[in-house]
């Protein structure tokens, strides 16, 4: 134990040049243990401003490593348009048996960590591994974080179709595309998205945003992965899917995250249960899936953990007094 507190920015989360592997593999070891563990991780609970801006804390527990979390986080729909991210957060990492605070560590890059590794991990059991093409419906920071973690579970993704009401955000994602070994293109028509094998939706929570993705022109087989809750899917298409699977089916039946998701149950299945073997997830090459979720803290914390450990090791970092 030591006397000082860790603070952790985005520029030295970078140093730590964790993989796209290790980060599946830390999550895969966290849901694997969950599932085994009679510990149960209450929902994160909300307090909406307006229609379109709202904050959450989420906490965990886990007893391998020994570490507590909590996660402050505001999501504001219109930030995009003052050139601010929409999602910013911070996380307090504390030690599991003292309760005594260890690390404050940058909410906004760990998000994008986290949940880029979360849909990777789902995807080694959800989506088919001759997948070549990825689509995004929304090019901003989750988007290129997904990019990085799909590929580096499929190398075959090498087809990235890019939309985003913002042209100059799909120009900029398909030119990161091209820079990084794939074959990066725009496009005008949402539906083109929904002809690639995977197809990632993360829009943003607006004022006025009306459903437009009609999961009935999703090719068979492929797979969504709705970052955005589903808000962007046309609610009457959601029958197009065979299969839903969610992070946590405890947390998605609370009653807060079911007003947030656009289908909100009965799922097949949730992460832990794909890790642990108890759910294949898929039953079939044909079925359209759907992964959709509003965010698990177990995540958080087992990637602080990962990354106050690591950061400890290597010595990166801000000392903080306590």
Sequence with gaps: MT????????SDIDQLNISPSDLRAVLRKAFEAYSSSELRI???????????????????????PPFAAVKWVSVVGTNSQR??????????????????PVAVVDGNRLTVMRTAAMSALASEYLALPASTSLGFVGCGAQAYGHLTAL?????????IVCFDRRIESAVSLAAYADANGASGRTTTSPDDVLQCDIVVSTVPSVAGLEPFLDAWKLKAGSLAIAIDMGRSWLPDSL??????????KVQAEDPDSRSKLAYSGPFNADLAELASGVSTGRTSGLDR???????????????????????RREHVGTKLRR
Excluded: H, W
Aim: with cysteine.
């Design 3 to 10: 006397d000082d507190i860790l603070y952790l920015n985005a």
């Design 42 to 64: 209450p929902s994160k609970q909300t307090v909406r401003a307006a229609p379109d801006r709202y904050f959450q804390t989420m906490a965990a527990v886990c007893n391998e």
């Design 83 to 100: 050139g601010l991210p929409n999602v910013n957060g911070l996380i307090i990492l504390g030690d599991g048996e003292t309760g005594l």
């Design 151 to 159: 590929r580096d579970l499929l190398p075959g993704l090498t087809d």
């Design 239 to 248: 029958g197009a899917f065979s299969s839903f699977i969610v992070d946590d």
């Design 289 to 311: 899936v759907l992964f959709i979720y509003p965010g698990f803290a177990l995540a958080d914390l087992a990637v602080a953990g990962e990354l106050y450990i690591r950061a």
